[in-house]
T-cell receptor, first 112, second 109 residues
Framework: DTAVSQTPKYLVTQMGNDKSIKCEQN?????MYWYKQDSKKFLKIMFS???????INETVPNRFSPKSPDKAHLNLHINSLELGDSAVYFC???????????FGPGTRLTVT | RKEVEQDPGPFNVPEGATVAFNCTYS??????FFWYRQDCRKEPKLLMS???SGNEDGRFTAQLNRASQYISLLIRDSKLSDSATYLC??????????FGAGTILRVKS
């Protein structure tokens, strides 16, 4: 009965490849997020969706494209992966845009 | 200047000690404040919200000083299980949270 789940947990791939990370929440929340935590441990928001609509789009390369097929899912597709994309990517959700955010377990992406 | 600044530590303390973490934020228009906890290789989890009047949750006390743009977390009677990274978090506007880099706490027996 995991609240926010992500797949895969680990992803190792080569530069130039395209990959996707999936996120699902079974909490009935309206808002979902993608965060990136780099090697220096800074956690930065990338995107936020509210009821399948994009509401936050930080300065992120357009190689990153989020997709929300329904309000329980927010996937992240990354094109032409670069070494600097190596990080832990966390999905999160919240019942509304001002409420506590619940994080998924993270996807550790390594680009070689 | 970083939007949210914390002393990275590590703070190495014995069990039973009292330890305090501080955090400063740069945007005076920030609306809400939180402490999150992150265990090694795990996701962040909300520890507590921080209110202007100060608030307490068991062994944890959080305080906010809006004039100085300063947030603190006090942990009393430290337990081994308190070892983690403590993230100071500020909500700027809407649902955008800004995270500090975290303060590492190691509680030793």
């Amino acid at each position: 009965d995991t609240a926010v789940s992500q797949t895969p947990k680990y992803l190792v791939t080569q530069m130039g490849n395209d990959k996707s990370i999936k996120c699902e929440q079974n909490l009935g929340h309206d808002t979902m997020y993608w965060y990136k935590q780099d090697s220096k441990k800074f956690l930065k928001i990338m995107f936020s969706y509210n009821n399948k609509e994009l509401i936050i789009n930080e300065t992120v390369p357009n190689r990153f494209s989020p997709k929300s097929p329904d309000k329980a899912h927010l996937n992240l597709h990354i094109n032409s992966l670069e070494l600097g994309d190596s990080a832990v990517y966390f999905c999160a959700s919240s019942p509304s845009d001002l409420a506590e955010q619940y994080f998924g377990p993270g996807t550790r992406l390594t680009v070689t | 200047r970083k939007e949210v600044e914390q002393d990275p530590g590590p703070f190495n303390v014995p069990e039973g000690a009292t330890v305090a973490f501080n955090c400063t934020y740069s945007n005076s228009a920030s609306q809400s404040f939180f402490w999150y906890r992150q265990d090694c290789r795990k996701e962040p989890k909300l520890l507590m919200s921080v209110y202007s009047s100060g608030n307490e949750d068991g062994r944890f006390t959080a305080q906010l000083n809006r004039a100085s743009q300063y947030i603190s977390l006090l942990i009393r009677d430290s337990k081994l299980s308190d070892s983690a990274t403590y993230l100071c978090v500020v909500r700027k506007y809407g649902n955008k949270l800004v995270f500090g880099a975290g303060t590492i706490l190691r509680v030793k027996s």
